[in-house]
């Protein structure tokens, strides 16, 4: 039966591998389960437009993310409910680091202002 979970384990990890949907490396633990190691999250660097605190989204223009193949471009991001909104202002240039959503589209997982 261990065999079996290993190996539908094994085929789900690779349909998310070959999908696009997650990019990483692969090992199995002592107990036989898939370990997998996170690639680097995607980051970019940009200028906050606008900030809606109440539905925790930001709009922003932020240069290319190179991890997602996207070219720069003004867009909104969702936010993630541990990033301090408190301190963000239009104008503001900041760095960012992205995590996939549940609805499929990434969200702000963390924030920071560039130097």
Do not use: C
């Given at each position: 039966?261990?065999?079996?979970?290993?190996?539908?384990?094994?085929?789900?990890?690779?349909a998310?591998?070959?999908?696009?949907?997650?990019?990483?490396?692969?090992?199995s633990?002592?107990?036989?389960?898939?370990?997998?190691?996170?690639?680097?999250?995607?980051s970019?660097?940009?200028?906050?437009?606008?900030?809606?605190?109440?539905?925790?989204?930001?709009?922003?223009?932020?240069?290319?993310?190179?991890?997602l193949?996207?070219?720069?471009?003004?867009?909104?991001?969702?936010?993630?409910?541990?990033?301090?909104?408190?301190?963000l202002?239009?104008?503001?240039?900041?760095?960012?680091?992205l995590?996939?959503?549940?609805?499929?589209?990434?969200?702000?997982?963390?924030?920071?202002?560039?130097?």
């Open positions: 039966m261990k065999h079996l979970a290993l190996k539908v384990s094994m085929i789900a990890t690779a998310l591998v070959a999908s696009g949907v997650f990019v990483g490396a692969q090992s633990n002592a107990a036989g389960r898939i370990v997998i190691a996170q690639a680097d999250q995607p970019g660097e940009g200028k906050v437009n606008s900030i809606d605190t109440a539905a925790r989204k930001v709009n922003m223009t932020h240069g290319p993310v190179a991890a193949k996207w070219p720069g471009m003004t867009m909104d991001f969702q936010v993630a409910p541990g990033v301090d909104m408190s301190t202002k239009a104008g503001a240039k900041v760095g960012f680091t995590k996939p959503a549940a609805d499929g589209r990434y969200m702000i997982d963390s924030i920071k202002f560039a130097q």
